[in-house]
């Protein structure tokens, strides 16, 4: 257990989330909740929650350019439409 938390807390400090992920579960399996592994689970959420923002950014700015392309053999840009986000997640258009 001690193990894994060191190793925990390295993986945490040195940004490998994925590593402190499973280590973090693997030891609320064996111990339950403990206040330091809390913290860190914070952290790791935190983390997950804004990596999550960017990917989703990333996938509708790439969807956009290839969309402005295919439409911009018809003088049209997506550039023309709004998108706003409903409360579920997705879009509207």
Same mark, same amino acid.
């Given at each position: 257990?001690? =193990?894994? /938390?060191?190793?925990?807390?390295? &993986?945490?400090?040195? @940004?490998?989330?994925?590593? =402190?992920?499973?280590?973090? +579960?693997? /030891?609320? @399996?064996? =111990?339950? %909740? /403990? %206040?330091?592994?809390?913290? /860190?689970? +914070? +952290?790791?959420? @935190?983390?997950?929650?804004?990596?999550?923002?960017?990917? +989703?950014? @990333?996938?509708?700015? &790439?969807?956009? $350019?290839?969309? &402005?392309?295919?439409?911009?053999?018809?003088?049209?840009?997506? $550039?023309?439409?709004?998108?706003?986000?409903?409360?579920?997640?997705?879009?509207?258009?």
């Amino acid at each position: 257990m001690k =193990a894994l /938390i060191n190793r925990l807390k390295c &993986n945490s400090k040195l @940004e490998n989330f994925d590593e =402190a992920f499973s280590d973090m +579960k693997k /030891i609320e @399996e064996m =111990a339950g %909740p /403990i %206040p330091m592994v809390l913290e /860190i689970r +914070k +952290k790791l959420d @935190e983390h997950y929650k804004g990596q999550t923002e960017k990917k +989703k950014d @990333e996938v509708l700015g &790439n969807l956009k $350019d290839l969309g &402005n392309k295919l439409l911009g053999n018809f003088g049209i840009s997506l $550039d023309n439409f709004k998108m706003e986000k409903n409360a579920n997640g997705s879009y509207n258009i």
